[in-house]
């Protein structure tokens, strides 16, 4: 039976976009870039980290590894999946998202609805639901 290994998003500048999920998710970071990792970047003329095309989120406590990959083309449409985000204090952490460059979108009852920078939806629900 398959397991989820990646999570993977198509974006316009990944090196950000990574920085911001690895903020805003407890227990994430932006992978360490070795000497093996720069060298082949190195071989397809890249000399800095943030023109990386590829770049690999990882969780300390084994969930899922986000990739974020450079594409072309612009998002075109609303997201046909996205991630929900838990916290003990909804609206908190909202405000902290914002600070790290989301946009809220919409707000319901039970759940906020906000935009990373790079315009892909997610949402933050309270722990409890």
Same mark, same amino acid.
């Given at each position: 039976?398959?397991?989820?290994?990646?999570?993977?998003?198509?974006?316009?500048?990944?090196?950000?976009?990574?920085?911001?999920?690895?903020?805003?998710?407890?227990?994430?970071?932006? =992978? $360490?870039?070795?000497?093996? #990792?720069?060298? @082949? /970047?190195?071989? %397809? *003329?890249? &000399?800095?980290?943030?023109?990386? !095309?590829?770049?690999?989120?990882?969780?300390?406590?084994?969930?899922?590894?986000?990739?974020?990959?450079?594409?072309?083309?612009?998002?075109?449409?609303?997201?046909?999946?996205?991630?929900?985000?838990? =916290? $003990?204090?909804?609206?908190? #952490?909202?405000? @902290? /998202?914002?600070? %790290? *460059?989301? &946009?809220?979108?919409?707000?319901? !009852?039970?759940?906020?609805?906000?935009?990373?920078?790079?315009?892909?939806?997610?949402?933050?629900?309270?722990?409890?639901?």
């Amino acid at each position: 039976m398959a397991r989820l290994r990646d999570i993977v998003l198509d974006c316009a500048r990944p090196a950000a976009t990574a920085r911001f999920w690895a903020a805003a998710l407890d227990g994430y970071a932006v =992978a $360490p870039y070795d000497d093996e #990792e720069l060298a @082949r /970047l190195r071989a %397809l *003329g890249i &000399t800095d980290v943030e023109d990386d !095309p590829t770049v690999l989120v990882e969780s300390r406590e084994g969930g899922p590894r986000m990739w974020f990959q450079l594409v072309p083309e612009g998002r075109s449409c609303k997201n046909r999946v996205h991630l929900d985000l838990a =916290a $003990p204090d909804r609206q908190a #952490e909202a405000e @902290r /998202l914002v600070g %790290l *460059g989301a &946009t809220v979108l919409d707000r319901f !009852p039970d759940h906020l609805v906000l935009a990373d920078p790079e315009g892909n939806e997610f949402c933050v629900i309270g722990e409890d639901g």
